[in-house]
T-cell receptor, first 113, second 111 residues
Framework: DARVTQTPRHKVTEMGQEVTMRCQPI?????VFWYRQTMMQGLELLAY????????DSGMPKDRFSAEMPDATLATLKIQPSEPRDSAVYFC???????????FGSGTRLTVV | RKEVEQDPGPFNVPEGATVAFNCTYS??????FFWYRQDCRKEPKLLMS???SGNEDGRFTAQLNRASQYISLLIRDSKLSDSATYLC????????????FGTGTRLTIIP
């Protein structure tokens, strides 16, 4: 089965450090999402791309978060500087436009201390 | 008010029973509807799409009521492996593919 691959699976970092999370979408998928999941807020959209172009990043704190797709096989989510409140599981998902459902990666579990 | 609301549960149900989850959404522009399943410490996985006429997939039945902005999921003959969190999801379409998730309903099937 095709998979969305996320790295790293776990990350523990100190407050103020830069964190970069990576996602390899399923080959051929033209839509990529970044979601964050916490116990309090559930799953929240941070950003999404279609054909590598950013379409909606309204859910992302712009002062510290940035999302890019340098090529069709790689999406990145960067936090600089990280804060304890950024501790969460970050999921990447990919799919085709107008198709039902999207495939999620296994997530990056981030802990900022 | 959250855009998608679900009863968080937990629902503790004996094996073999029928269980129903409900979900309401606030944005009438929502066009597509889904149920996702999430196991503990795992990623969400698509369980089924929800169609206007209602649809069934084995032991699972989904219903949509656009007038009341209400979605339901029925699980018949529940199995231990059905224990998970069930997420109600809506999408507006018309160029906006953002999936909006409910906070999920936790289900535990008891042997």
């Amino acid at each position: 089965d095709a998979r969305v691959t996320q790295t790293p699976r776990h990350k523990v970092t100190e407050m103020g450090q830069e964190v970069t999370m990576r996602c390899q979408p399923i080959l051929g998928h033209n839509t990529v999402f970044w979601y964050r999941q916490t116990m309090m807020q559930g799953l929240e959209l941070l950003a999404y791309f279609r054909n590598r172009a950013p379409l909606d990043d309204s859910g992302m704190p712009k002062d510290r978060f940035s999302a890019e797709m340098p090529d069709a096989t790689l999406a990145t989510l960067k936090i600089q500087p990280s804060e304890p409140r950024d501790s969460a599981v970050y999921f990447c998902a990919s799919g085709f436009r107008d198709r039902a459902g999207y495939t999620f990666g296994s997530g990056t579990r981030l802990t900022v201390v | 008010r959250k855009e998608v609301e679900q009863d968080p549960g937990p629902f503790n149900v004996p094996e073999g029973a029928t269980v129903a989850f409900n979900c309401t959404y606030s944005n009438s522009a929502s066009q597509s509807f889904f149920w996702y399943r999430q196991d503990c410490r795992k990623e969400p996985k698509l369980l089924m799409s929800v169609y206007s006429s209602g649809n069934e997939d084995g032991r699972f039945t989904a219903q949509l009521n656009r007038a009341s902005q209400y979605i339901s999921l029925l699980i018949r003959d529940s199995k231990l492996s059905d224990s998970a969190t069930y997420l109600c999801v809506v999408r507006r379409d018309f160029g906006n593919e953002k999936l909006t998730f409910g906070t999920g309903t936790r289900l535990t099937i008891i042997p």
